[in-house]
């Protein structure tokens, strides 16, 4: 249906990217453990505070500190883990070679040969449905489907981290649309 297709058609140019080529899009992991453990150490001040103020132990001995000591090493497993998780889940991986693009996207692995691909489509996600912040794309047959999201802005919440300096990433981004479209040979549509 054409009346889905994007306003703006990415350029077909399938030498925009020399191939093979391979970006990698990951968490930052300061701000999301920061912002992860800050709750954890003002509970623990305020429970000291509270112990302190109410009790009024020996703050040398042994049971004074014994709970808070547990609570927080359990707490620092579960944010270790959480994060472990976390990164591997939202680690994104694009490879572009000749012969096919290949994507590792919320943990799932997937490819799609340049010719056996019927729809390369972009819409938005959660949260930003219009795609102003972030915009997902696919490229799919009729029973593989390769995803890949784009972001748009640097991203307060998720403080995304490549290794190039954002400007060039947008660049590459655009330049990544160009080979699909060039070597698929098609449409691109706007499905937000």
Not at 15 to 25: A, E, G, M, W
Not at 79 to 104: C, H, K
């Amino acid at each position: 249906d054409k009346r889905f297709l994007a306003p703006e058609q990415p350029e077909t140019n399938t030498n925009s990217l020399p191939l093979p080529v391979t970006f990698r899009l990951r968490l930052n992991s300061f701000p999301l453990i920061s912002a992860l453990f800050a709750p954890i150490l003002i509970l623990f001040a305020c429970w000291l505070l509270y112990r302190w103020l109410n009790h009024t132990p020996d703050t040398a001995s042994m049971s004074f500190w014994l709970f808070p000591a547990i609570f927080v090493v359990i707490l620092l497993l579960i944010l270790i883990t959480l994060y472990a998780l976390l990164s591997t889940e939202f680690t994104q991986i694009i490879e572009v070679t000749d012969e096919e693009l290949r994507t590792r996207y919320k943990g799932h692995d997937s490819s799609i040969r340049w010719s056996d691909a019927r729809l390369f489509a972009r819409y938005g996600v959660f949260g930003d449905a219009r795609g102003r912040g972030t915009c997902t794309y696919e490229l799919s047959d009729s029973q593989t489907v390769v995803k890949w999201t784009e972001y748009r802005r640097k991203n307060r919440m998720w403080h995304i981290k490549t290794d190039m300096s954002f400007e060039e990433y947008t660049r590459q981004m655009i330049a990544l649309n160009e080979v699909v479209a060039g070597r698929t040979e098609l449409e691109l549509y706007d499905l937000r």
